[in-house]
């Protein structure tokens, strides 16, 4: 995100800052992405280290990256209105939570084209406020039960392509 100096009280409308270097992958090999927007200019995280990683690393035309830029838009702007936490939050609930809708389609377009070149996967939206926020136990796609994910807090269903 943007730097933020005390002393710019207009620092929330500045570019974002680039991202720090402790924050992006490093693994020695990059074994799997996840297509998840987490507020930066890039979406595509290690599903090792969770670190962002850069796009020369996988290797697509300007085309292909244009798709992930347009599917990030889009679906920041659905999250930024749940976050709003106001009249939008239950619609923008309704079309982060939608498997036929058009950002959880794109996003999972994105991913079929990313694994024709290295394993990933698309992170489902969860509604964490909730009053049970408890993670959902199946596939939001095909309804399979969600395996865990290599040792981490997340599952996934391998054959969709899904992180939860």
Request: hydrophobic letters at 35%; a negative charge; proline letters at 8%.
């Amino acid at each position: 995100m943007s730097s933020e100096p005390t002393n710019d009280p207009y620092w929330k409308l500045r570019p974002l800052a680039p991202t720090p270097d402790e924050e992006v992958c490093h693994c020695a090999t990059c074994r799997g992405v996840m297509l998840r927007d987490t507020l930066t200019e890039n979406p595509l995280q290690c599903v090792e280290c969770n670190g962002e990683v850069v796009p020369e690393r996988i290797g697509f035309d300007e085309s292909f990256s244009g798709d992930i830029a347009n599917w990030r838009g889009i679906s920041r702007s659905l999250y930024l209105l749940w976050l709003d936490s106001d009249e939008y939050e239950p619609w923008a609930r309704e079309r982060l939570l939608d498997k036929n809708g058009a950002v959880n389609m794109r996003g999972r377009e994105i991913v079929s084209q990313l694994n024709q070149v290295i394993r990933a996967y698309y992170w489902w939206f969860e509604d964490t406020g909730l009053a049970d926020p408890s993670a959902p136990k199946s596939c939001p796609i095909c309804g399979a039960i969600l395996e865990p994910f290599q040792g981490r807090q997340f599952r996934k269903c391998e054959p969709c392509s899904i992180l939860v």
